[in-house]
């Protein structure tokens, strides 16, 4: 089963308005990533969180961590045509034996449509 | 700044056939990811390494393999093709160095397999 489970799976929004999209997980992490995805192409990253840190800021990104609820939160401010696409949560842990960053595990995902 | 590179892009191959996937990573990376994303679907990871050698496993069939070289570009090869095999394929590359310094994980733009 998927390690991260997303809400919405779609959602519909107005240019300028604000969008909220949420990731729970389910064991211990070390770091959490979002990525934007437009259909068919590449996984562009977003912003990374530590498990040690409750909220991160870049542009009109906010991210924040909360690690008792084993959840994070991605929002979107002042939203344009251009942030239409799915966003995804991945998380990682400790590798056992390396004790580097273990895989990347995907949430499935949020459609996020930005119409004019 | 260098990204993640992949080829080819596109590759289109008949079922039963062999196919040859390259990833270059970002300089100075150690780590390397593979991902199977079919339609509509999240990541699924398949395998990774760190520092050349294999680190992880996940759902790869066993007719695919995987290594890293000595210049950390690793490949995956896939035989005995399948239609279901067709979905995109994304490389990703992060720089872990030991415990307590993971980094972001960032991905190539994917070669799109089809299998006909």
């Known amino acids: 089963s998927q390690q991260g489970e997303e809400d919405p799976q779609a959602l519909s929004i107005q240019e300028g308005e604000n969008a909220t999209m949420n990731c729970s997980y389910k064991t211990s992490i070390n770091n959490l990533q979002w990525y934007r995805q437009n259909s068919g192409r590449g996984l562009v990253h977003l912003i990374l969180i530590r498990s040690n840190e409750r909220e991160k800021h870049s542009g009109r990104l906010r991210v924040t961590l909360d690690t008792s609820k084993k959840s994070s939160s991605l929002l979107i401010t002042a939203s344009r045509a251009a942030d239409t696409a799915s966003y995804f949560c991945?998380?990682?842990?400790?590798?056992?034996?390396?004790?580097?960053?273990?895989?990347?595990?995907f949430g499935t995902g949020t459609r996020l449509q930005v119409t004019l | 700044a260098a990204g993640v590179i992949q080829s080819p892009r596109h590759l289109i191959k008949e079922k039963r056939e062999t196919a040859t996937l390259k990833c270059y990573p970002i300089?100075?990376?150690?780590?390397v990811y593979w991902y199977q994303q079919g339609p509509g679907q999240d990541p699924q990871f398949l395998i990774s390494f760190y520092e050349k050698m294999q680190s992880d496993k996940g759902s790869i069939p066993d007719r695919f393999s995987a290594q890293q070289f000595s210049d950390y570009h690793s490949e995956l090869n896939m035989s005995s093709l399948e239609l279901g095999d067709s979905a995109l394929y994304f490389c990703?590359?992060?720089?872990?160095?030991?415990?307590?310094?993971?980094?972001?994980?960032?991905f190539g733009q994917g070669t799109r397999l089809t299998v006909v």
């Open positions: 991945a998380t990682d842990a400790e590798h056992v034996v390396t004790g580097t960053a273990s895989k990347l595990t």
């Open positions: 990703a590359s992060r720089f872990t160095g030991g415990r307590g310094m993971n980094t972001e994980a960032f």
């Open positions: 300089p100075r990376h150690d780590t």
